[in-house]
């Protein structure tokens, strides 16, 4: 009877352990989260635009920061002073120390 109940025993314990073990396997699903069905829906977008590269990493960063095209392609106040200098020093074929010495003057002046 010791023998029996030993047994049954063990193998109740060996059922419940692989009972768990099914369970650990297939976890209930889960629903995407809101960030990830946006990158989903993101990385969707950019196949049908058929985009690669710079573009589709500035697609990506737009597209999941949630902002209108036109605020993300505007830069700060400093970086668009940066291009007019650029612009400006390039225009007038300054390279160098005049070139460093214009940007510094350019950059340091009030609008």
């Keep these: 009877m010791k023998k029996l109940l030993s047994l049954l025993a063990v193998a109740s314990l060996a059922f419940s352990a692989a009972a768990q073990a099914a369970n650990a396997e297939a976890p209930a699903a889960k629903a995407p989260t809101a ?25 990506m960063k737009q597209c999941l920061s949630n902002k209108p095209q036109a605020e993300v392609a505007q830069g700060t106040p400093q970086q668009e002073k940066m291009k007019a200098c650029n612009a400006d020093a390039k225009q007038q074929n300054l390279a160098g120390d005049k070139r460093k010495v214009f940007m510094k003057e350019c950059l340091a002046a009030k609008p």
């Design 35 to 59: 960030q990830q069905t946006k990158m989903k829906d993101c990385n969707a977008e950019a196949k049908t635009k058929d985009l690669k590269g710079d573009e589709r990493k500035a697609f």
